[in-house]
């Protein structure tokens, strides 16, 4: 780990986003006898007692708004992944030549162990959490966080120790890196999403993209070779570039028969059978590929990476069976936020669907699923904001039915379905509308699924 003195530290900083990573960033800083000031558009009461440590330890503390001028009379700006940066006072702080950095990006520079750093639109939480699983059963000491569960700057803060960390990145978080260089870069693939927050798609892909950016020649980057996109930009990769591939028969790690064939340049060539992993569909043998690839590029032993894939199950909310039900299999998929997800989703089905779909509008298009629809789905139930954009653009291709929440259209499609069905609820949208997290929608789901009669 590195120590305060190997860093240039600034004189006055200004942290943006009170949550766990930004209230740790506060703690680093401090400790670097750094003068902080701590802005939160919340009011002081939604934090309760959390924010006191740090005013006693002389962080200055300025809630409930914005104040223009703690912008530019800082000497640099760290941001939570939560903070748009088009809002007014970072655009201004910009403008007048303010360094602004992000949370992943400061927390970064305080570390010297190798990094394993995963993004991608979708299936990064699960690749994420499989390749610590495997560090796990090779008997390798990992930190596993970032985007999830426990942010970079609270590891760096609590100084645990590790032999690697792996890193789950946003693209906002991407967005903010300036020195972030991560030895080994995953890149699952690149679909429309947070297109509310980005000027245009090409802007989201590059985000995505800059992963690599500052790699250098000797470090390496993993490509997912079944996404278009993110394969036709390989060529702007300047690192040690490896493909995983269902398809791609030059791969360096390539599915074959529910085998992944792992045949590295520099390494020893191995194979690695899926046939006991819990984790089922097309999404996740992209993401069993990427993490195999992953593991190997860190020099962890095949069979420790064969016990890992044999006992994780994968994460909630994610193509999730909850039960069968007079013959119909319901499952809980509220985390494909994005249309990109609810493809995949689809993909992995063989039997007629009856999907869920409705949210809160991200402005992509839903136009993608009208191929895996018309092959696979036999109903669309919408709900929520994003009803009425659902059903125009998808109507065309199947019989699509609206409704003011979850529940008013989870109670139709169970009228509707016949058994052999599938009961998906996967919504391409956020849950912010009528729920605080995708979570929360889920295990709505869930326990509508579980009150359906013996």
Known sequence: MKTDREIQMPGKALVVGMGVSGRALCELLLRGGVRVTATDMRPRGDFGDALDPLEACGCSLKLGAHDLRDFLDADLIIVSPGVPLDIEPLRQASLHGVKIVGELDWASRFVDRPIVAVTGTNGKTTTTSLIGEMCKAAGRRAFVGGNIGTPLSKWVLDGEDAEVLVLEVSSFQLDTADTFRPDVGVLLNITED?????????????????????????????????????????????????????????????????????????????????????????????????????????????????????????????????????????????????????????????????????????????????????????????????????????????????????????????????????????????????????????????????????
């Open 194 to 454: 947070h297109l509310d927050r980005y000027e245009n798609f090409q802007a989201y892909a590059d985000s995505k993209m800059s992963l690599f950016a500052r790699q250098t020649g000797n470090q390496i980057a993993i490509v997912n070779g079944d996404d278009p996109l993110a394969l036709s930009r390989c060529s702007e990769i300047g690192s040690r570039l490896l493909i995983g591939s269902r398809r791609l028969e030059k791969a360096d790690a390539l599915l074959r028969n529910g085998r992944v064939r792992v045949n590295i340049p520099w390494k020893a060539p191995f194979e690695i059978g899926l046939e006991n992993s819990p984790l089922k569909g097309a999404h996740n043998e992209e993401n069993l590929v990427a993490a195999i690839l992953a593991a190997a590029a860190i020099d962890l032993p095949p069979d420790a990476i064969s016990r890992a894939i044999g006992t994780y199950r994968g994460l909630p909310h994610r193509v999730e069976w909850v039960r069968t039900w007079r013959g119909v299999d319901f499952y809980d998929d509220s985390k494909a936020t994005n249309v990109g997800a609810v493809a995949k989703a689809l993909e992995g089905f063989e039997r007629p669907v009856l999907i869920l779909m409705g949210g809160r509008d991200k402005l992509g298009s839903y136009g993608p699923l009208k191929e895996g629809l018309k092959a696979k789905g036999k109903g669309i139930f919408v709900f929520g904001e994003a009803a009425p954009r659902i059903r125009e653009e998808l109507e065309e291709v199947l019989p699509a039915s609206s409704f003011p929440d979850l529940e008013a259209a989870f109670h139709e499609a169970v009228k509707r379905a016949e058994p052999g069905d599938v009961v998906l609820l996967s919504p391409a949208c956020s849950s912010f509308d009528q729920y605080a997290s995708y979570g929360q929608r889920g295990d709505h789901f869930k326990k509508l699924v579980a009150q359906l009669a013996n």
